[in-house]
Nanobody, 126 residues
Framework: QVQLVESGGGLVQAGGSLRLSCTAS????????MGWFRQAPGKEREFVAG???????QYADSVKGRFTISRAAVRNTWYLQMNSLKPEDTAIYYC????????????????????WGQGTQVTVSS
């Protein structure tokens, strides 16, 4: 089992920045995709950004150039730096871990992720 804990959400004005953190604990793992997803009220959960254990990164088109996903120097911690935030970025943000896909690509489908954090609210005011 793996436990994921997110932090760093909050309320920010449009144009502002936030950094989300996600830390994993529990069993060890080496081959993975780590993804950030978000879900706004009345909408489906959507892929935001992901990073493969190899360092391969992928972003949703809606956040390219504004959000940056990275790995911390501390093992099993990842970040999502969110700049130039817009009201449409308002959502609950979840980090997730995929440990079973046999691929070199970043997994972008929520259905393929094995573990999820509890979510952190990001609210961007206009």
């Amino acid at each position: 089992q793996v436990q994921l804990v997110e932090s760093g959400g909050g309320l920010v004005q449009a144009g502002g920045s936030l950094r989300l953190s996600c830390t994993a604990s529990g069993r060890t793992f080496s081959d993975y995709s780590m993804g950030w997803f978000r879900q706004a009220p009345g909408k489906e959960r959507e892929f935001v950004a992901g990073i493969r254990w190899s360092g391969r990164i992928q972003y949703a088109d809606s956040v390219k150039g504004r959000f940056t996903i990275s790995r911390a120097a501390v093992r099993n911690t990842w970040y999502l730096q969110m700049n130039s935030l817009k009201p449409e970025d308002t959502a609950i943000y979840y980090c997730a871990l995929e440990l079973t896909a046999n691929t070199v690509m970043v997994v972008t489908s929520a259905d393929e992720y094995d573990y999820w954090g509890q979510g952190t609210q990001v609210t961007v005011s206009s």
